[in-house]
């Protein structure tokens, strides 16, 4: 079993719907939650951060981590065709060793 | 800020054949991160250096693989010889000093490497 574990999709949603991302977990020791956005050909970029349990907002971005349920999620609102990209869940334990899920790809459609 | 800089952004070469990657880590930042991504195994960490001094290579698949730092502005992956299996994206990242977790990691562009 792998300790991070990500549907790679793809995911194909209309403009304006709301999209919801998830990883699972098994190692109980992560502490740092994120999420990467990788846009084709290029390097993923952070776009959301979370440290332990608890809900985050930016915008309309919002970032959930359950640690009982050892379970991950980001909520896009209004999604936007510039959202299409493949999102990354990564997680970490406080030793720099960070975990990335396998990568989930989204298409908005205009 | 020019962001991490990788080179070359592609590579195609031949079963055996030496491939070296460099990359330049972003100025001020204390750590480096060597990654491959490939769409059976996503994005795998390789080594990852702190201070110029490797921590933990224990991702590295082989030992045809190698990675140095020799200074805080340059670090090279080589892999010798290079095999098919080894064709994927690699990423190096930075970051500032790793503290207690959870840094910000700054991404390159990335090394298409294609092993005919």
């Known amino acids: 079993q792998k300790e991070v574990e990500q549907d790679p999709g793809p995911l194909s949603v209309p403009e304006g719907a709301i999209v919801s991302l998830n990883c699972t977990y098994s190692?109980?020791?992560?502490?740092?939650f994120m999420w990467y956005r990788q846009y084709s050909r290029k390097g993923p970029e952070l776009l959301m951060y979370?440290?332990?349990?608890g809900n985050k907002e930016d915008g309309r971005f919002t970032a959930q981590v359950d640690k009982s349920s050892k379970y991950i999620s980001l909520f896009i609102r209004d999604s936007q065709p510039s959202d299409s990209a493949t999102y990354l869940c990564a997680m970490e334990k406080n030793n720099n060793d960070m975990r990335f899920g396998a990568g989930t790809r989204l298409t908005v459609k205009p | 800020d020019a962001g991490v800089i990788q080179s070359p952004r592609h590579e195609v070469t031949e079963m055996g054949q030496e491939v070296t990657l460099r990359c330049k880590p972003i100025s001020g930042h204390n750590s480096l991160f060597w990654y491959r991504q490939t769409m059976m195994r996503g994005l795998e960490l390789l080594i990852y250096?702190?201070?110029?001094?490797?921590?933990?290579d224990s991702g590295m698949p082989e030992d045809r693989f190698s990675a140095k730092m020799p200074n805080a502005s340059f670090s090279t992956l080589k892999i010798q010889p290079s095999e098919p299996r080894d064709s994927a994206v690699y990423f190096c990242?930075?970051?500032?000093?790793?503290?207690?977790?959870?840094?910000?990691?700054?991404f390159g562009s990335g090394t298409q490497l294609s092993v005919l």
């Open positions: 250096f702190n201070n110029n001094v490797p921590i933990d």
């Open positions: 979370t440290y332990s349990s």
């Open positions: 190692n109980s020791a992560f502490q740092y």
């Open positions: 990242a930075s970051s500032r000093s790793p503290g207690q977790g959870g840094e910000k990691l700054f």
